[in-house]
């Protein structure tokens, strides 16, 4: 049975960084796309980056577009998220999501629902 594992959250002040990393274990099954989600207390999760398995294209939202980096290691079945100049409002719990079924669109998928394989998350705060 397929895992996804995260690691690498943590506390961090306001303009600092942090990387989180997830890495599918446990089975074997051909990833399509990845991606980060995020919920931060009171609000839905919502969807943060995401990454294309083939050829590295990636998604953000626009929230953190220019700050986060998502990237995959192919050896290591593991995606990465990089994310600089944190900000207090970019605390949440941060869910890596995988997707083992084939893309239909040339899009790189947003929803969470496009993603079958999810981890428990890891928690990052963001102080001020």
């Known amino acids: 049975q397929v895992q996804l594992v995260e690691s690498g959250g943590g506390v961090v002040e306001a303009g600092g960084s942090l990387r989180l990393s997830c890495a599918a274990s446990?089975?074997?099954?051909?990833?399509?796309?990845m991606a980060w989600f995020r919920q931060a207390p009171g609000k839905e999760r919502e969807f943060a980056a995401a990454?294309?398995?083939?050829?590295?294209?990636?998604n953000y939202v626009d929230s953190v577009k220019g700050r986060f980096t998502i990237s995959r290691d192919f050896a290591k079945n593991t995606v990465s998220l990089q994310m600089n100049g944190l900000r207090v409002e970019d605390t949440a719990v941060y869910y890596c999501?995988?997707?083992?079924?084939?893309?239909?669109?040339?899009?790189?998928?947003?929803?969470?629902?496009?993603?079958?394989?999810w981890g428990q998350g890891t928690q990052v705060t963001v102080s001020s």
């Open positions: 446990g089975g074997t099954f051909r990833t399509t796309a």
């Open positions: 990454i294309r398995w083939s050829d590295g294209r990636e």
């Open positions: 999501a995988a997707r083992s079924y084939p893309l239909f669109t040339e899009a790189v998928p947003t929803l969470s629902s496009s993603y079958n394989y």
